[in-house]
């Protein structure tokens, strides 16, 4: 495997290539050997520009270009075997064109000792050009092998449009990998050439959520440009392009044939273009990946309405019906325990507006502190009168969600102190255990919530905390809650 960004991922073997290598992606292809398992001599040669003729003494010779965006190649052996002189090689950064030399390919079946060692070289130049692979020289003994251009046109469009990650926002996001930085890298031309005349094709070609738009310039040149599709196919559509900025294509013609030219692209686009433009001028109106973008699509509006349907599921568990308004799911209250205990006095709180809802609030306050004995306790009676007169309550209720308040009450020796089952609404944890509170500490969140300045969360909140208080008289402090709001 000769690559120039590690674990990068590919098409699949045996989908271009010939007898000696078999191009995998932008960054990567497979050289074949004769032996199977075993060692062979390899060498690298980095030259300073093309060499000016095809060196000879050898079997085969095949070049593929690669995009070495960090300036750096390895060699690995398909089982893992590396040497030391063939990993992270320093080559030009960006595009590079690798040719590979092999002679003596035998197998061990008929390899004898008299045999010379099977030995490839590399010679490695950096390029402003991405060609398509080729057979410099073939092997008398190679075979023919089937090219799937369109399996890797498929793959190519395929590689320039990916979903985006499923890695959850709240984790950071991951560190920059060195080996994909392709900053300071001019752009790049993709070439493809045709003995006989072919077509560009001109208007729109279908990329599921995006589209390439190829509009004509003059006789020879269109502009290449991406955009989002007027009709996206994906539930959650990409809305980020491969490439912001438009490229030219031009097709020229000359007494060898045409010649194709895409101007000005990214050189990590550029192998994968290669295929799409192979694949484009020899199949007309042919667009394989977007079966595959349909099936995608597919999958995915699936699992986003399995997905709804469990959220609505969970949802009528934990509200007691159809979810209430976006205000309401967003507060930070008792909103869930209110409704599982009497979700239409849910709705009928949010409905108030606001004035009403501060009224229902005291009222819910009040009547806490009327059943829990505490509605002429001093300094609480005092605080519900600031809240009902619109004033400010004391700092003892207001600061640390009423901590000191709290411990006032249980401290107090002029607090009555009664006990009352506590029957926690259905669907809460717990719900089926009966234990025993002391009643004014169950009424005091009450008052408590009318610090809130939201006066949605904090009718919700007295109100729920009030019928808490009433225990086994809650059904009908409830009926008594709807009479007061209706």
């Known amino acids: 495997m000769v690559s120039t960004v590690p674990g990068a991922s590919g098409m699949d073997i045996y989908t271009l290539g010939d007898d000696l290598l078999h191009v995998g992606g932008p960054n990567e292809f497979t050289g074949f050997c004769g032996l199977h398992t075993g060692w062979i001599e390899a060498r690298v040669r980095v030259l300073p520009e093309p060499p000016a003729q095809t060196a000879v003494g050898w079997d085969a010779i095949s070049e593929a270009t690669l995009w070495s965006p960090s300036g750096r190649l390895s060699v690995v052996g398909l089982m893992g075997g590396v040497a030391e002189a063939l990993i992270d090689v320093a080559v030009p950064r960006g595009l590079i064109q690798v040719r590979v030399h092999a002679r003596d390919r035998l197998d061990k079946t008929v390899r004898t000792d008299d045999d010379p060692p099977e030995r490839h070289e590399l010679h490695i130049w950096a390029v402003s050009e991405e060609t398509p ?114 490229s030219i294509v031009r097709l020229t013609s ?44 597919a999958k995915a509006t699936a699992l986003v309405e399995e997905t709804r349907r469990f959220q609505a599921e969970r949802d009528a568990e934990q509200w007691g019906g159809p979810p209430p308004s976006n205000r309401v799911r967003r507060l930070v209250s008792q909103a869930q325990s209110l409704a599982r205990l009497d979700r239409p006095l849910l709705d009928r709180i949010d409905a108030l507006p606001a004035a009403r809802q501060r009224q229902a609030a005291c009222w819910a306050a009040r009547r806490a502190m009327r059943v829990a004995g505490l509605e002429q306790i001093g300094w609480i009676a005092d605080a519900l009168a600031d809240a009902e007169a619109d004033r400010p309550l004391p700092s003892s209720f207001t600061e640390q969600n009423g901590r000191a308040a709290i411990d006032r009450l249980l401290s107090d020796p002029e ?33 408590t919530a009318l610090t809130n300045k939201d006066p949605l969360a904090a009718a919700i909140d007295a109100v729920y905390n009030a019928a808490i208080a009433h225990a086994d008289d809650r059904n009908r402090f409830l009926t008594d809650a709807h009479a007061a709001l209706r």
């Open 133 to 246: 692979w080729r057979t410099v020289l073939a092997d008398p003994g190679g075979r023919q092998r089937e090219q799937k251009t369109t399996k890797a046109a498929e793959w190519a469009m395929l590689s320039l449009v990916p979903r985006p990650s499923n890695r959850p926002a709240i984790l950071p996001p991951p560190a920059p990998d060195p080996y994909q930085d392709d900053t300071g890298l001019s752009r790049v031309t993709v070439i493809c050439h045709r003995p006989t005349p072919v077509q560009v094709p001109e208007g729109i070609l279908p990329v599921g959520d995006l589209e390439i738009r190829l509009e004509r310039v003059d006789s020879e040149a269109l502009t290449w440009s991406w955009a989002t599709a007027d009709e996206p196919i994906f539930p959650r559509p990409l809305t980020t392009l491969p490439d912001d900025e438009p």
């Open 254 to 297: 000359g007494p060898d044939g045409f010649t194709l030219r895409h101007e000005g692209v990214l050189g990590r686009h550029a192998f994968a273009l290669g295929l799409i433009w192979d694949h484009l001028l020899d199949t007309p109106g042919s667009h394989p990946w977007i079966e595959t973008l349909r099936e995608q699509a």
């Open 415 to 447: 607090v009555p102190h009664t006990t009352v089952p506590l029957r926690l609404a259905p669907g809460t944890f717990g719900a089926h255990d009966v234990t025993e509170i002391r009643q004014q500490a169950a009424a005091i969140p009450a008052l």
